[in-house]
T-cell receptor
Framework: GENVEQHPSTLSVQEGDSAVIKCTYSDSASNYFPWYKQELGKRPQLIIDIRSNVGEKKDQRIAVTLNKTAKHFSLHITETQPEDSAVYFCAADQGAQKLVFGQGTRLTINP | DGGITQSPKYLFRKEGQNVTLSCEQNLNHDAMYWYRQDPGQGLRLIYYSQIVNDFQKGDIAEGYSVSREKKESFPLTVTSAQKNPTAFYLC????????????FGSGTRLTVV
């Protein structure tokens, strides 16, 4: 089955700097790669996703890149703000309507 | 709350007791899921259901049971066989393909007392 690894587990950046979180996956059949943001004590919320026929997708300060050959994808946040502080999860689909999640990255934005 | 409601928000269980967590969605989604989240860890799949009257075990199904009698509802029972049930439980629903992601409920925090 699919296995998703996410790095780093914690990330601290200065406000205004960029943050990058990386994930690798094992199943070459995976085609869908969403990213979720979870604030403390709240539910995860989808912030951006990418499908296998696209190499990059951008939404304002957030972008995701996908390298299917290498089986890795990354989340890029530019001009970070305090409200970006949260836990971020990557995921990959494993057919049968299932998503497999990475372990999460706790991002802290320092003012 | 985004079309998927979990209740209660907090739940306390005594040793040897079964408890049931509720999950209801009005998004007309076919698929529903239960995940367990422990501090500092990712989301681990307990059970999932792609259609009414059918469900599948996830990675950590032992000590849990589910039912899917209605499209809108997917309750999770934490049985006394689950030895370490203290965790944050998240329910999610999805359309008939994973290519649209999940919508999560707000979660139930279960504590054993």
């Amino acid at each position: 089955g699919e296995n998703v690894e996410q790095h780093p587990s914690t990330l601290s950046v200065q406000e205004g700097d960029s943050a990058v979180i990386k994930c690798t996956y094992s199943d070459s059949a995976s085609n869908y790669f969403p990213w979720y943001k979870q604030e403390l004590g709240k539910r995860p919320q989808l912030i951006i996703d990418i499908r296998s026929n696209v190499g990059e997708k951008k939404d304002q300060r957030i972008a995701v890149t996908l390298n299917k050959t290498a089986k890795h994808f990354s989340l890029h946040i530019t001009e970070t703000q305090p409200e970006d502080s949260a836990v971020y999860f990557c995921a990959a689909d494993q057919g049968a309507q299932k998503l497999v999640f990475g372990q999460g990255t706790r991002l802290t934005i320092n003012p | 709350d985004g079309g998927i409601t979990q209740s209660p928000k907090y739940l306390f269980r005594k040793e040897g007791q079964n408890v049931t967590l509720s999950c209801e969605q009005n998004l007309n989604h076919d698929a529903m899921y239960w995940y367990r989240q422990d501090p500092g860890q990712g989301l681990r799949l307990i059970y999932y259901s792609q259609i009414v009257n059918d469900f599948q075990k996830g990675d950590i199904a032992e000590g849990y049971s589910v039912s899917r009698e209605k499209k809108e509802s997917f309750p999770l029972t934490v049985t006394s066989a689950q030895k370490n049930p203290t965790a944050f439980y998240l329910c999610a629903s999805g359309r008939d393909s994973t290519n649209y992601g999940y919508t999560f409920g707000s979660g139930t925090r279960l504590t054993v007392v």
